[in-house]
């Protein structure tokens, strides 16, 4: 894509404002915690997809663990703030991984107590004019 001239991206704009040093201290900190991102959010969806199913999953303490414990590797040996950094920006998400179980509970309560079967989607494909 290209940007009509004088548009700056994102990036642009935050090393001006900041600084090259310490924008590249954040791009660097968005490589060692994106291991950390990328298993928090597939352990989240493993965790919604087999509560849906009804299959035995991860708690949302061994998921916050597992992300911890992930963004240690290897950059604890240089510096903590990084692991420090995600303990902390991690904690909100605990609540609303413990949340998907009220809510499919919730759901399939109220699947039980349906008056009648639900209606399903149909698709139907359009045919071409003859």
Known sequence: ??????????????????????????????????????????????????LVAGKP??????IYIATVVTSCVPFAVLYAIPPAIVA???????????AME????????ELADAQHALPRAIAVLSRPAA
């Not at 999953?57 to 061994?62: N, Q």
């Open 1 to 50: 894509m290209l940007l009509a001239r004088g548009m700056r991206t994102t990036s642009q704009i935050i090393a001006r404002r900041v600084g090259r040093i310490a924008f590249g201290a954040v791009v660097a900190s968005m490589w060692i915690t994106g291991l950390a991102h990328a298993v928090f959010a597939i352990t989240s969806v493993l965790r919604g997809k087999h």
């Open 102 to 109: 009220w809510i499919v509970a919730r759901e399939r309560r």
């Open 88 to 98: 902390l920006t991690a904690l909100p998400f605990v609540p609303l991984l413990r």
């Open 57 to 62: 999953t991860w708690s949302p303490r061994k």
